[in-house]
């Protein structure tokens, strides 16, 4: 199996990222680095990171200014030595044999880009149920309108590249314009995986209303184009408070 680069996006998550670089450091497979970009955390993130430095000896630690999403991960991707780019968010959970099992299927379809579905096994029944709705509309949607999570996400250093990475200026489905223009190059689709995404977002905002966000920003995307600045509300804002 080919090496890959781990691009974690942080900011401020001293209660997750543990959990996260653990389950790194249990892979089944140990083909890959880490990246680990802080964007600008005022917390202890990165002096938890420092202490599983000797579990992952390809763990590297880029602290950057500004709390921008999309600058965090093309940031990540610049700094990659590997071809193959695992896009990570800190507060999400990986089975300990994901890695394997996504560079097999990767490989055995010969995709550059692919999306992975979201598992909500500790959520309460209405978050697992918004969870599948999504994953069904991104199985829908792979054919014809690519849409994904970016705190899971495949790519590769040339379609990181070629597409000009993620669009700094887009502040809401920055993920789904990346893979959407991706994918008139690239064949594009969702591995048959799940990874644990984490529900603070839903908990804090309400599932409903964040469901209904995302679906009306995916309706405006699919008519009018992508969301910039602040053409649209959005009530978690990542571009200021990314996680939160």
């Not at 644990?196 to 008519?223: D, I, P």
Request: hydrophobic share 40%; with cysteine; charged share 25%.
């Amino acid at each position: 199996m080919e090496n890959i680069s781990v691009v974690v996006i942080n900011l401020n998550e001293e209660q997750q990222i543990g959990h996260l670089l653990e389950d790194l450091a249990q892979q089944t497979y140990q083909g890959f680095e880490v990246i680990l970009v802080n964007l600008d955390s005022d917390d202890i993130t990165c002096e938890i990171a420092k202490d599983y430095q000797d579990r992952l000896p390809e763990l590297t630690l880029h602290k950057m200014e500004g709390r921008s999403v999309s600058i965090g991960r093309n940031t990540g991707a610049s700094l990659a030595k590997y071809e193959r780019i695992l896009f990570l968010d800190a507060d999400i959970r990986l089975s300990n044999d994901f890695l394997s099992r996504a560079l097999n299927k990767l490989q055995n379809q010969q995709l550059e880009v692919a999306g992975i579905y979201m598992s909500a096994k500790k959520s309460p029944l209405a978050h697992k149920f918004g969870f599948g709705m999504c994953n069904l509309g991104f199985f829908a949607t792979q054919y014809f309108f690519p849409t994904a999570v970016g705190a899971c996400l495949f790519s590769t250093k040339t379609v990181h590249e070629r597409v000009g990475g993620f669009d700094e200026a887009i502040v809401l489905c920055e993920d789904c314009d990346y893979v959407n223009r991706a994918a008139k190059t690239w064949r594009f689709r969702f591995l048959p995986l799940t990874f644990e995404f984490n529900s603070r977002k839903l908990e804090q905002n309400g599932h409903v209303k964040t469901g209904l966000t995302y679906l009306k920003a995916n309706m405006r995307r699919f008519l009018f184009g992508e969301i910039r600045g602040n053409q649209m509300d959005y009530p978690c804002n990542h571009v200021k408070t990314p996680f939160q």
